[in-house]
């Protein structure tokens, strides 16, 4: 009879595959002992015997026989009388064990019991989910969309535990409605509140890393290793590649036939313009390919102030500095130098061209250095270029920008 209550919390012990048998029978003798304690002031006469395939339990007590009229603590000692209802060979001194039926406890300590092993199984069932997240934190997981928020997303995994994706962490083009499946990486996982929070991430360069893995068996088996990876999510991103082996292309290798490896994590990412460059200890030579898909003409290394002269054609400027500056900016990143962009004239200088230095009395310093970053360091150079286009690479307002253009158009009317 007694066990009625409490098989149900057995059965739901044994749901529980993330905890380990050894923690099981643990909580189940904790909890008996917690309520002993309550009843009687101790447990320390007591054994508690589980178990866990059955679904069943016994409590023995240990009593010391005494004198019947010396009985001062029925939980700790039993006069001899009834010592020898048990058992007609009992003599005063020896120590009785008689099973204790739960059930004679009454329905208060029952569910005194069952309210005790639910919370720790709840706090068991926290501390695993906790624990197998941590270490999955860089890994890839896959989930459902259950709910959707304004500044997050509730996802479930597939044993319905929750993760977070915060709208921070997603690609902007990300669009999810509830039931989508979504991969995202673990990036941190804490406790909030008591509860397991886990966050997840589309947006960290560490989940480009695992897709990489994932589509490309060379660099899951080593033979390909990724330096760096920069990105600017669903825009662009550039990896940095090297191989071990002489043998193989470790760019052809990422990217695929006709694309096909890459293709997959392109689409994963919303269209992000992926750029896969071989890794080289030559700066010069890296700084050149982080550039892609611009041409460079030469580079001088400024190695104390951590910067970079990039000399190109006027037609390639553009495309080294990228749509509102994110080519030089990633560029940048993945290099490690500052790099400041300059035209290369080509045979004959414009005479009537002047240097924007010249203008220093007249424009701010700091204005002339912004303009300087974007590769503009003559007048005409800045003249060349649409208002809002210069907006957009140099940060500046369109307030000043103008200022600055009838300047230097002054200066050649």
């Known amino acids: ?66 004198a019947n009229d010396e009985v001062t603590d029925e939980n700790l000692q039993i006069g001899l009388s009834e010592a020898k209802k048990i058992d007609a060979d009992y003599e005063i001194g020896e120590e009785v064990t008689d099973e204790v039926k739960f059930i004679d406890f009454g329905r208060r300590a029952i569910l005194t019991l069952r309210q005790n092993l639910s919370t720790r199984i709840m706090e068991l069932q926290k501390d695993a989910i906790y624990g197998k ?14 709910q959707i928020w304004k500044k997050e997303l509730l996802v479930l995994d597939d044993e319905g535990n929750e993760l977070i994706l915060p709208k921070t962490e997603q690609i902007p083009s990300d669009f999810f409605r509830k039931g989508d499946s979504i991969r995202a990486v673990v990036v941190k996982v804490e406790i909030r509140n008591n509860n397991p929070l886990i966050i997840i991430s589309r947006t960290a360069p560490v989940f480009l890393e695992r897709l990489f893995e994932l589509e490309v068996p060379e660099i899951n088996d080593g033979l390909i290793t990724i330096k760096k990876i920069v990105r600017q ?29 890459i293709h997959g994590i392109v689409r994963e990412l919303r269209n992000e313009n992926i750029d896969v460059i071989n890794f080289t200890t030559n700066t010069q030579l890296f700084i050149q390919r982080a550039l892609n898909p611009a041409k460079v003409s030469s580079i001088k290394l400024l190695e104390d102030t951590g910067r970079a002269q990039v000399y190109l054609k006027p037609e390639e400027v553009s495309l080294a500095i990228g749509k509102g500056g994110l080519n030089i900016r990633l560029a940048s990143q993945l290099t490690g ?20 230095d010249e203008f220093s009395d007249e424009i701010e310093g700091w204005i002339l250095e912004a303009l300087k970053a974007i590769g503009c360091d003559t007048a005409k150079s800045v003249l060349d270029l649409p208002v809002d286009d210069l907006v957009k690479r140099t940060d500046l307002e369109e307030e000043t920008i103008t200022d600055v253009i009838s300047i230097l158009k002054s200066e050649f009317e």
């Open 1 to 66: 009879m007694e066990h009625i209550n409490l098989i149900d919390t057995f059965s739901e012990f044994k749901e529980l595959k993330s905890i380990d048998r050894v923690t099981l029978i643990r909580v189940l003798e904790d909890s008996f002992r917690s309520v002993l304690v309550k009843l009687f002031g101790t447990d320390e006469n007591f054994d508690v015997i589980i178990n866990t395939d059955k679904g069943d339990f016994e409590i023995w007590r240990n009593r010391e026989v005494v």
């Open 133 to 146: 997240y941590k270490e999955k934190i860089g890994e890839i997981v896959t989930g459902e969309v259950y």
């Open 233 to 261: 999510p669903g825009e662009r991103a550039k990896v940095a590649v090297e191989s071990y082996d002489d043998r193989i292309d470790p760019v052809g290798a990422c990217v695929g036939m006709k694309g096909s490896r």
């Open 337 to 356: 130098y500052e790099l400041d962009v300059y035209r290369e004239t080509e045979g004959e200088v414009d005479e009537e061209d002047v240097s924007l």
